[in-house]
């Protein structure tokens, strides 16, 4: 069975820092590109970034760019969002996807496989 196991999220004050992973089962972690989107209460769901197989970081939306980072460990299986300067306006529930490609336009990209998704709240 093809899972993604969110883990990490949580509370952080304005400016902290969290970090989020996501651990791939059941399938060729290093086949595929993997990202990040997310969804906040009212909000339509977004791309925040997306890491390629092989070529490193490929994109951050213009609203995490700078503050977020991605990072992918294929012998792990494990794909990471290092999120500091956090903002009230980063909360939202974050999903964990695995696409087969990653660029510009992620947000139409088609997804392989979902997360479940983890909470994360920014208070001011």
């Known amino acids: 069975e093809v899972q993604l196991v969110q883990s990490g999220g949580g509370l952080a004050q304005d400016g902290g820092s969290l970090t989020l992973s996501c651990a791939g089962i059941?399938?060729?972690?290093?086949?595929?590109?993997l990202g990040w989107f997310r969804q906040a209460p009212g909000k339509e769901r977004e791309a925040v970034s997306c890491?390629?197989?092989?070529?490193?970081?490929?994109y951050y939306s213009d609203s995490v760019k700078g503050r977020f980072h991605i990072s992918r460990h294929n012998a792990k299986n494990t794909v990471y969002l290092q999120m500091d300067s956090l903002k009230p306006e980063d909360t939202a529930e974050y999903y964990c996807?695995?696409?087969?490609?990653?660029?510009?336009?992620?947000?139409?990209?088609?997804?392989?496989?979902w997360g479940l998704g983890t909470r994360v709240t920014v208070s001011s």
């Open positions: 890491i390629s197989r092989s070529v490193g970081p490929s």
């Open positions: 059941g399938f060729t972690f290093e086949d595929l590109s």
């Open positions: 996807a695995a696409t087969e490609v990653c660029g510009s336009g992620y947000d139409a990209t088609p997804v392989k496989h």
